[in-house]
């Protein structure tokens, strides 16, 4: 998207979270949580709350756009819910990077996560989450999620330029495992290729004034119904001021690709998710003797739960997600790291993407339930 994306593109597991850890990190205590401005009234009922690093600044993010990321930027998202019968606020925290997010805003977005934590008085439950790869969890907060490409400052969502960038956007269902879940959706800009479209799903081409939506032969119904959803929001984002046509296979893709630009350059970057299955695996960190160590307790089907113990952090990977597990005897500096510990490891695993979430050994409800 020429002239539209930030000036250098990163891969954000290229490097650790660089900040995780470091003096930065050590600095995120209360006195400083209290002086964030952003955290004013957050968690203080039930819904999501989301915002963006920009500049190593937290800006709020607009609710028309919940569950719209760009791949160049990182999110905090707060969820505050209550249990049961129960009026106690309790507070699900994640720190979401783009897959072109720099180190500054990730690794911003990483402590000022864990500085949220601590205005909160260390009651919310910390996650990571990957772009394409996020928990169900998260994906429960959005009826669709949608990945646009560079940062929030290029984007022309809400504004209709004169001269408008097209866009290619790819909607399709994930695949899911095991029983009882709810079918999703992404929207996922893809490159503004022909060789990106395919039968198996359903294709936005959003041209500014004019919109074509791609029924592939092989999409499903639920991918069909989203698209239209999608489409809707758009024009109603540019006060009616562009027109819609859905084609279906019967039309000829190349005649209207050739009159829209739609060139075919060889290339496909089709983003659906890949699914890690690693062999379970539980550590335990402890700095007892005053240097960190890390050593493995267990691994495949012997790692139980019942080996965890209260006087440190534990890393339990259960083949598909990460869970930094804080003993209520742990020290501050293993409690502080939890999260840095879990982040590092993932990274040196074949399942660098897997999400990422922190537990105490008094609130390990969600650790049990993925066990």
């Known amino acids: 998207m020429s002239g539209l994306t930030k000036a250098t593109e990163y891969d954000w597991k290229d490097s650790n979270v660089a900040l995780f850890g470091s003096d930065t990190d050590k600095q995120v205590k209360k006195e400083s949580a209290e002086t964030e401005q952003a955290w004013a009234g957050s968690g203080e009922s039930v819904g999501v709350k989301i915002w963006r690093i920009n ?18 930027d990182s999110y905090i998202i707060m969820n505050t819910f209550k249990e049961g019968d129960s009026d106690e606020l309790n507070h699900d925290i994640h720190f979401w990077i783009g ?159 050739g009159k829209i630009g739609l060139v075919d350059n060889g290339k496909s970057d089709d983003e659906i998710n890949q699914v890690y299955e690693v062999e379970r695996k539980l550590y335990k960190v402890c700095d007892a003797d005053g240097s960190l160590d890390m050593e493995e307790v267990s691994s495949g089907s012997s790692v139980s739960l019942d080996q965890l113990t209260p006087d440190a952090v534990y890393l339990v990977n259960t083949g598909n997600h990460c869970f930094a597990w804080i003993g209520d005897e742990a020290s501050i500096e293993e409690r502080r790291n939890a999260l840095a510990y879990a982040n590092n490891y993932v990274n040196s695993t074949e399942a660098p993407f897997m999400p990422i979430t922190v537990v105490r050994q008094s609130n390990q409800g969600q650790l049990v339930a993925a066990f």
């Open 55 to 72: 500049k190593f600044q937290v800006e709020e993010w607009p609710k028309e756009s919940y569950g719209e990321f760009y791949t160049g």
């Open 99 to 257: 897959k072109h997010s720099t180190q500054d805003e990730y690794g911003t977005a990483a402590y000022k996560t864990v500085e949220l934590d601590t205005f909160h008085d260390d009651k919310p439950i910390q996650h990571r989450e990957v772009q394409g790869y996020e928990s169900e969890l998260f994906k429960s907060y959005f009826d669709n999620i949608t990945f646009l490409k560079g940062g929030a400052d290029s984007g022309f969502r809400r504004v209709l330029p004169k001269t408008y960038t097209p866009r290619l956007i790819k909607v399709s269902r994930q695949a899911k495992k095991g029983r009882g879940r709810t079918v999703k959706i992404t929207c996922c800009e893809v490159d503004f290729s022909r060789a990106n479209i395919t039968d198996e799903d359903v294709f936005v081409i959003d041209l500014g004034n004019n919109i074509i939506r791609y029924d592939g032969e092989n999409s499903s119904h639920d991918e069909r119904f989203s698209s239209m959803q999608y489409v809707n929001d758009i024009m109603g984002s540019r006060g009616g001021r562009c027109k819609m046509e859905i084609i279906d296979d019967t039309a000829d893709l190349d005649e209207i690709a």
